[in-house]
């Protein structure tokens, strides 16, 4: 007679944080970019802590939902961070050259390919990691064709598009987080309609509670088996 063990996952849903840590720091970045105030510590200090650490760590987390999706998304991007106040405060400290507009053109250009592809991802997730993705996509398009023309109007239009592509990814992160401590659809997210019969059990969590996270892998082989 076999005894079937059942694994529940009761570790909490870390998108929220990543979202946050996400959205609180390209806000701030980009009102820097619209021209409202010069780049200073403060976005600095956000580009560390929280746009670069609290996304690492949600990435990790993640890692535990066995969500690649959610994983790569943010330890990615939190690395985008610190790689950006990297190529800020480095020449600062005489260990290396400014990064022209040149090559932060290309620096932006290929972290907008990579947003792409994951943007792509995110049909299969909800509307609102769309917009966030779609957004963001936009946005560094907007910030690398500013650098490869030397044109300060784009990277401003730009700053004002990074704003609205903050503001969707901690609309994201708060309607998670009140979707879930009252147990109902308080801010909607918008899941998308699955086709496949085994990517239909699995995703009710992925696409309506958590936005990223993805159910415990016990939890998920459980609900393929009926």
Same mark, same amino acid.
């Given at each position: ?17 990543? /979202?946050?840590?996400?959205? /609180? ?32 760590? !949600? ?18 991007? +939190? ?23 040149? !090559?932060?053109?290309?620096?932006? !250009? ?17 509307? !609102?990691?769309?917009?966030?993705? +779609? ?10 064709? +500013? ?25 994201? *992160? ?8 009252? +147990? ?35 939890? *998920? ?6």
């Amino acid at each position: 007679m076999r005894t079937a063990i059942i694994i529940k996952d009761t570790s909490a849903n870390p998108a929220p944080l990543g /979202l946050t840590g996400f959205g /609180l720091t390209t806000i701030l970045l980009n009102i820097h970019n619209a021209g409202f105030y010069p780049n200073n510590a403060m976005i600095l200090g956000m580009g560390i802590f929280v746009g670069g650490i609290a996304q690492i760590v !949600a990435g990790v987390l993640e890692s535990k939902k066995n969500n690649t999706f959610g994983t790569t998304a943010f330890v990615a991007y +939190g690395s985008f961070w610190l790689s950006l106040v990297a190529l800020w405060a480095l020449p600062k400290f005489g260990i290396a050259d400014k990064a022209d507009e040149t !090559a932060m053109g290309f620096y932006l !250009a290929i972290w907008g390919l990579f947003t792409f592809g994951m943007f792509i991802g995110t049909f299969r997730l909800n509307r !609102a990691l769309q917009v966030v993705f +779609g957004t963001l996509v936009v946005l560094f398009g907007l910030l690398a064709l +500013g650098d490869f023309t030397h044109n300060a109007a784009i990277k401003t239009v730009a700053g004002y598009e990074g704003i609205l592509c903050g503001l969707s990814a901690l609309y994201a *992160a708060i309607a998670q987080v009140l979707n879930e401590v009252y +147990g109902r659809t308080v801010l909607p997210l918008g899941p998308v309609a699955c086709k496949s019969a085994q990517t239909a059990s699995i995703s009710p969590r992925l696409q309506q509670t958590s936005g990223v996270s993805h159910a415990h892998p016990t939890e *998920a082989r459980d609900a393929v088996r009926g």
